[in-house]
Structure formats: C-alpha cells, structure tokens
C-alpha cells in the first residue's frame, strides 16, 4: 500500500519509488518517507537518450524522470518537502541490464555473470520543493561493483523459481535470497539494494537539507 501521509512539523521526505528495500534501507537509517511511485515509461526515457549516452547518464536520466514525476502530485504534502528519485541497473560487458521479468531472461543473464564481477549503477536524482515549486535539484549516480558466485544448476533452479529476480535490477539482490550468491562487493552495499546512503547524505546538503533533520526523532 501506497503510504501518502506526512509527517507533521518537518521537512517531508517523500520516496518517490515502489520498492521496500529502498524504503527499509531509509526505515533503518532513521527516515520514514512517504512514499509516492511515479507512473514514468522508463522504457521512452532511455529510447528518448542518444545512443552513445553513458551508463551513469542513463541511470541519472531515469531517476531524474522519476523525481520530477512524483514532484508534480506532492503539493498537499507541505510547505519544504524533498522528493528524490533512484533507479539501478547493472553494466556487464558495457551493457545495461535492468530488470529481467522472465524467467528465460533472467537465466541467461545469470549464466553470463556468474563467477564474474559487474558494476551495479544506481543514478539519484534529489528534488526540493519550497510551497510545492521546485527550488533546486542535485543527481549523482554511484556504483557498487559486485562479484558474483557461481550457484549451481539447483540453487539456480530454485532461485530463479522464487520469483525474486525476476523484478530487479540485474536479476539479483544483495539483501535477499540473492546474497548467497554474492561473494563481495567493491563499495557502497546500500546503493546496490537501491539508494546509496553516503551519496544521498551528499545530494541533501547540496540542496540544503541536513540529513539529521530527517530522522524521525528530530524536529525541523
């Protein structure tokens, strides 16, 4: 269920995605965000890009879309509000891979990264909003890379049979069932479950929000 309530009395953190282990990952930091999805066509979004736009380019455009499309349906959330917006994907062999909805795909994407390393890239888009106008704006993208095990051909049976790859980015999670088909990361492990903490801490203070201010025991 779509949590559209605000918290009173302070800045309004608004998520502007579907996924619960972003909002977990903020839950856990301290934040409790209200959480709106965006209906954008990510599919027009990077069709829309020239051909030759980097992978962080691609990442940041998505999330930035997504930001701004969420900006547009919070006006009744209050006076100073922050949207941000994230989206991940997974560069392997210079490619990015997004989400692999089938089982089909997700298998072969599996056979082509296990027992390899890949970079998960996750573009951040922070949005604020003063009296529902948006008064500034800061985007990075960060990326995490990730060295994969090589399940065998039960594990990968019954991973893929959960249905838990077939909705995320690079048909994996690192804190799910996925993560025992991780053997390390090189990075940031929050932005490859889908917000990186450090960037987005940056991303706040360059639009004039502390990340303090946000957590639930503080008071703007």
Sequence with gaps: MTDTSAP??????????????????LRSAGIDPVVRVSDVDEDAVQAALPADTAPADVVVALARAKAAAVAATVTD????TVVVGCDSMLLVDGQLQGKPHTPEVARTRWKSMA??????????CVLRLRDGVVTAEAVDCSSTTVHFASPGEAELDAYIASGEPLQVAGAFTLDGLGGWFVDRIDG??????GIGLPLLRRLLEDVGVGVAQLWRHSRA
């Design 8 to 25: 009173a009395g302070r800045i309004v953190f608004v998520l502007g995605s579907a996924s619960p282990a972003r909002r977990e990952v």
């Design 77 to 80: 959330l209050g006076a100073d």
């Design 115 to 124: 027992g390899r390393s890949a970079d998960l890239m996750t573009g951040h």
């Design 188 to 193: 940031d492990p929050s932005s490859v479950i």
